[in-house]
């Protein structure tokens, strides 16, 4: 899919390399995605330092609009501002070591590094010839990037700017010919005589450049890096492809926040991450208070800790608000409020005038009472020019000469109340009752270890699970949560102890993988036939009726399942795993990918929900929303958490290496 982003006008000039700016503020942008228009005359504004949460329903344009700005698709923005989308780092070298990988995602530390490495084994062999080639080599590696920065440029500019661009790169381009044929001539003379000062000078500015880059340390702030997100020593030294697409992601990050750009772009990082990584991630993105932040989300708590600003895309705009997204959210209700109350008010001031008009009216027509009939005309005019809003923005009274700029039909501001985007909510069927008591689950003195193995992974599990319970899981990623849900599930057998489930209870899973999976071995099945092949049995209304009971409508349902978002596909996955009605739902991850609306009708439908609950979640958020008894699953045992997710937050913080300078 093409992606096309451009300006009306900027406040920069960015013709030239020479011009500096640290701030960005386009006006009258518009992005289009493939024949989808995304944002329409809207404004990007970012400030230099400022950390920024997006929001905005899925399927808006949020990651587009990142992938826009990291690609440099967006005309106008200043071209001396390095702004890095996380997902443009994938693709690298699967055999190279995670470390080095992290470490090779500085384009320029190691450009300059290899033009470094190629001057001094020339000028250490002290071979004339060799020096000259060197450098040569190290002119033509500049030539050969300055002409892929111009031919992105040329692709971007139109008119008399496209001509000056394409002049310009065929120039380049004539340039790096010039050079490729200098390489293979001989040393003239002249080159033979300079290339020794030239190549010492050179040398010493590209050291100079990396001890100012900090060079040196780079492996050392690398490995802290990939320490924070999860990674222990001996991973840091495998080889990506042994990675998992969670771990690539992390990875990928981790090259991210290496190179320190201008502009960092996050699109929803904490996706693959486990809540001690999470709180790692946010305590070191408060630390780049020099850095431009942009992150997309789904997850409340973290965007309250790292936003300090948020921008809501909606309705083809950019909206700015000051504040994290509680404080976003809060003010947003409170001016819907205030505003709602200010439209009351007119409409029960303009009621009240259209009455007196009437009844005005028909005492003039009555008694002939020309007075009475100029009092009516007057409050006519009154009705229809000057009911509006008396104050502007700023709490000022209104002036029509300042506040109402251009052409007005009336004297007065409308006043605006802004509608909520309203999602239906989602709808669970509820279980029918059990015929017996007795708990869901039932775990006594569980231990557990996997083949060759050195120790168990669990030991001494005892827990119990009983009808309409709602528990929360949590832990990092390796210390069990998955394994427990397996033996609660009968898919492992304990080494010792004993689980058992209610003979009775239908169990209804959801995990993110089985999603994914689903979305690429299924990917040619409609949703409709998908669920037709769960439950052969069903009415296709049936199906449709309780698909669209989780906003899969319409179009929606007769959609690959290849062609759905990420939101769309969980959705999916939800619907069939509830159509069973089962009396306990194991739900592993399943905020990953949707909006914060979506994630609202879920915590809402499960709040309501009579059934038993077993919730795998990092979002803390939710799990404050949802869960009412909350695990910690750490050092192969099982610990109750009084205050739930917030004890262990609280434990997080304390512990070394969770601090925003690890």
């Avoid at 007057?378 to 509006?388: E, P, T, V």
Wanted: charge should be neutral; aromatic fraction near 4%; proline fraction near 3%.
């Amino acid at each position: 899919m093409s992606i096309v982003a451009t300006t009306q006008q900027s406040r920069f000039h960015t013709e030239t390399l020479e011009t500096f700016c640290e701030d960005v503020d386009l006006k009258g942008l518009t992005l289009t995605a493939g024949d989808k228009e995304l944002l329409s005359d809207t404004q990007l504004r970012l400030f230099s330092g400022r950390h920024y949460g997006l929001v905005g329903a899925n399927g808006t344009g949020k990651s587009t609009l990142l992938r826009a700005i990291g690609q440099g698709l967006v005309v106008g923005f200043p071209r001396n501002l390095h702004a890095l989308y996380v997902e443009q780092l994938e693709g690298t070298d699967g055999a190279m070591s995670v470390i080095a990988t992290v470490m090779q995602a500085d384009k320029e530390v190691l450009s300059w590094r290899q033009k470094a490495s190629l001057l001094q084994e020339a000028v250490q062999t002290g071979e004339t010839e060799g020096i000259v080639r060197a450098l040569k080599e190290v002119k033509l590696a500049d030539l050969r990037a300055e002409v892929a920065e111009a031919a992105l440029t040329n692709e971007l500019r139109s008119g008399e700017r496209g001509k000056t661009a394409q002049n310009r790169l065929l120039s380049l381009e004539a340039s790096v010919a010039a050079g490729e044929e200098a390489l293979h001539r001989g040393a003239s003379a002249k080159e033979a005589e300079a290339a020794p000062g030239l190549a010492q000078d050179m040398l010493q500015m590209l050291l100079d450049n990396l001890s100012n880059a900090g060079a040196d340390a780079a492996e050392g702030r690398a490995r802290r890096i990939l320490l924070g997100l999860g990674f222990t020593p001996s991973q840091m030294d495998f080889p990506v492809s042994r990675l998992s697409g969670g771990w690539r992601m992390r990875a990928a990050l981790a090259q991210a926040l290496f190179t320190e750009p201008d502009i960092l772009l996050l699109d929803e990082p904490t996706n693959h991450l486990d809540l001690p990584s999470i709180l790692w991630l946010q305590g070191y993105l408060k630390t780049l208070e020099d850095r431009t932040i942009v992150v997309v989300s789904h997850d409340r708590a973290f965007l309250d800790e790292v936003a300090q600003e948020i921008i809501l895309l909606r309705h083809n705009r950019l909206a700015y608000h000051t504040g994290n997204y509680s404080e976003y959210e809060r003010n947003a209700q409170e001016k819907q409020q205030h505003m709602q109350r200010l439209q009351d008010g007119l409409n029960k001031k303009k009621s009240h005038m259209e009455k007196s008009i009437q009844e005005g009216l028909s005492h003039a027509k009555k008694t002939g009472d020309d007075k009475k009939l100029q009092m009516v005309a007057s409050r006519r005019k009154k009705l229809d020019d000057r009911m509006g809003l008396e104050r502007n923005a700023k709490g000022h009274r209104l002036q029509i000469n300042r506040d109402l700029a251009g052409y007005n039909f009336t004297s007065r501001q409308d006043v605006e109340v802004d509608t909520p985007d309203l999602v239906p909510p989602w709808k669970l069927p509820e279980p029918a009752p059990l015929r017996t008591r007795g708990p869901l689950i039932q775990m006594e003195a569980v231990s557990f270890a996997y083949p060759d193995a050195a120790k168990d992974i669990l030991r001494g599990v005892t827990m119990c699970i009983e009808q309409g319970e709602r528990v929360g899981l949590v832990g990092a990623n390796g210390q069990g949560k998955s394994t427990l849900v397996k033996l609660m599930l009968g898919e492992l057998r304990p080494k010792s102890g004993t689980a058992i489930q209610h003979p009775q209870a239908r169990i209804g899973v959801f995990a993110q993988s089985n999603v994914e999976d689903l979305v690429q071995g299924k990917g040619q099945l409609t949703v409709l036939k998908h669920m037709k092949a769960l439950f052969p049995e069903a009415k296709e209304q049936d199906l449709r009726g309780h698909l669209g009971s989780f906003g899969i409508k319409g179009s929606l349902a007769t959609t690959k399942m290849s062609q759905l978002s990420g939101g769309q596909a969980v959705r999916v996955g939800i619907a069939a795993v509830a159509y069973a009605e089962p009396h306990l739902l194991v739900l592993d991850e399943p905020t990953s990918h949707l909006d914060m609306k979506s994630i609202e009708c879920l915590q809402t439908c499960l709040q309501g929900y009579s059934g038993g609950l077993v919730l795998v979640t990092h979002d803390q958020h939710f799990c404050n929303c949802v869960a009412e008894k909350v695990y910690l699953v750490e050092k192969q045992s099982l610990k109750f958490l009084e205050s739930g997710v917030k004890d262990y937050v609280r434990q997080l913080k304390k512990r070394k290496g969770l601090g925003a300078s690890s």
